[in-house]
């Protein structure tokens, strides 16, 4: 083996159960623990990617085919390697208002307001936060609360 292809991290991408991408992650890292022969340096599980679970590793695919097998839940290794290029935009957080524009509708999860349905009246972006109106209140009453304590119920588009 050449020293170059030894130092060199490899990305492959383990296919898993549906809804068991974390389970699957963790338990890479503890058959990891339980043998450190194996050479995994990372182990990511990104939300946007179903099914999948991504171990950054200076092993060959053989070893890491060997490793997942301790591993309930993990199917295969998915063929060839991937990049950090090609996966660097899972590293990177998702703005929690991308997806909410001005005239959604709402459904405020969390806070004195929980369950109340609320129309989109401004987005910030840059803190992460947007500011309703009510639907079910009187006097229009403009309400700033965190991108994350809302669900999306209509999109508003017409």
Do not use: C
Request: negative net charge.
């Amino acid at each position: 083996m050449h020293m170059t292809e030894e130092t060199e991290t490899r990305i492959f991408a383990v296919k898993t159960t549906a809804k068991q991408e974390r389970a699957v992650a963790d338990g890479i890292y503890h058959a990891v623990t339980m043998d450190p022969s194996f050479k995994v340096t990372a182990v990511i599980s990104p939300d946007e990617l179903k099914g999948y679970v991504l171990v950054e590793t200076l092993e060959p695919v053989a070893r890491i085919e060997e490793l997942i097998e301790s591993v309930p839940s993990a199917r295969t290794v998915v063929p060839g390697e991937t990049s950090l290029a090609e996966m660097g935009h899972y590293l990177v957080p998702k703005p929690v208002v991308s997806g909410i524009d001005e005239g959604t509708i709402v459904e405020l999860i969390a806070g004195p307001f929980k369950g109340e349905k609320a129309v989109v009246k401004r987005v910030d972006s840059s803190k992460e936060e947007i500011t309703v109106e009510l639907y079910e209140s009187m006097v229009p009453i403009p309400i700033t609360v965190r991108g994350d304590n809302v669900r999306v119920i209509d999109r508003g588009e017409s």
